[in-house]
């Protein structure tokens, strides 16, 4: 199955950079990976562009980052889409360990875990400093047919946080 990762940024350019480089070092890469550049006033769009990945610019701000992944769906044209945050460092085998989910065609949806890598709030203090590690969850649909791609792109998004 063929999978295009979603990176949704508004003034990234600061993290942009290492979650670009862990999707590309991914054991089993992403056919695609689109950066949608959500009206950012820095260098984001550009810094996105240096590490040759599709770069798309909506003509003002979305104003969320469901929007700017929403924004990015007509472009795809995979099986699979992950969406992942701009601040975001995966494992290297995270791709590769999501993926064999979808061999069972009841799997609608799969996710992994998403540590922090960064203390921002006091919240976050006690959280473990790591990037996101593999172990895979899957909720099955009910039996039957597969929905239309345009129905299972939503129900298979993966978000990756951090």
């Known amino acids: 199955m063929t999978l295009t990762a979603i990176v949704p940024a508004h003034n990234e350019e600061h993290g942009l950079p290492a979650t670009l480089a862990s999707l590309q070092a991914q054991t089993v890469p992403p056919d695609e990976i689109i950066v949608v550049d959500d009206a950012s006033t820095d260098r984001t769009g550009e810094v996105a562009r240096a590490h040759n990945v599709t770069v798309l610019r909506p003509p003002r701000n979305l104003g969320s980052k469901a929007k700017a992944q929403n924004y990015a769906l007509p472009h795809i044209t995979t099986d ?3 969406a992942v945050d701009a601040d975001t460092v995966l494992a290297p085998d995270y791709i590769a360990r999501l993926k064999p989910a979808f061999d069972d065609p009841e799997v609608a949806i799969a996710s992994g875990n998403v540590q922090t890598r960064f203390t921002r709030t006091p919240w ?3 959280a473990p400093s790591s990037t996101s590690s593999a172990s895979t969850g899957t909720a099955r649909s009910r039996p039957g047919p597969r929905a239309p791609w345009s ?3 939503a129900a ?3 978000a990756a946080t951090s």
Do not use: I
Request: aromatic share 0%.
């Open 151 to 153: 129905a299972r792109a």
């Open 80 to 82: 699979l889409v992950l």
């Open 156 to 158: 298979r998004c993966s």
């Open 124 to 126: 976050d203090a006690d």
